[in-house]
């Protein structure tokens, strides 16, 4: 009897585990030209605390939690006046200045935990920092359509990073 309600126990973990995971998970997903942009991320909370405003110029965070940030495209992007090709990369946000941040695409995925990637960008974009018009607990990614470019808005609390990139 033991053995059976210890098995039920293991496999009702080995299906919660996943679904709980997920939920901690995100997506964007935008159709520009005819081209499909997504981005993939983890969702931390902010639990009272305010890591954009606490980040040191010089920091470079995986954008999300637990695996990088990533993004995958079917067409060609503009970033920062460099073209990168379909495929997929990691999105690294690197704080610049007091409120100056970029978004760097990083061709090495499966990135998981420590270390940070802090060189080996193929691409990064200045990112303009905003007050939200309201706080967000949970990691927002979102992406649209501006005008046939991808436009990107990053929000944590009341924190929002905010940048375009040309679609080919």
């Known amino acids: 009897m033991r053995r059976k309600v210890a098995f039920s126990f293991i496999a009702l973990l080995l ?3 996943p679904a709980v995971g997920q939920a901690n ?11 499909t942009i997504k981005v993939t991320y983890g969702r931390p909370r902010m639990q009272g605390r305010d890591m954009l405003g606490m980040a040191r110029v010089g920091n470079v965070w995986r954008l999300g939690m637990d695996e990088a940030t990533e993004i995958e495209t079917t067409g060609i992007l503009t970033v920062g006046g460099k073209d990168v090709r379909a495929g997929k990369y990691t999105l690294w946000a690197k704080k610049t ?6 978004l760097n695409f990083h061709p090495q995925t499966g990135v998981w935990g420590q270390p940070e990637l802090t060189s ?18 949970q990691l ?3 992406l649209a359509d501006r005008a046939g470019s991808a436009a ?8 929002q990073l905010t940048g375009t990139m040309g679609v080919k």
């Open 140 to 142: 927002t990614i979102s």
């Open 15 to 17: 299906f919660t585990i």
């Open 120 to 137: 080996g960008y193929v691409a990064e974009m200045p990112l303009t920092m905003a007050k939200a018009p309201a706080a967000a607990e």
């Open 97 to 102: 200045g007091e409120n100056q941040w970029t």
């Open 25 to 35: 998970r995100g997506s964007a997903q935008a159709t520009i030209k005819g081209k």
């Open 152 to 159: 990107i808005t990053i929000q944590w609390g009341t924190a």
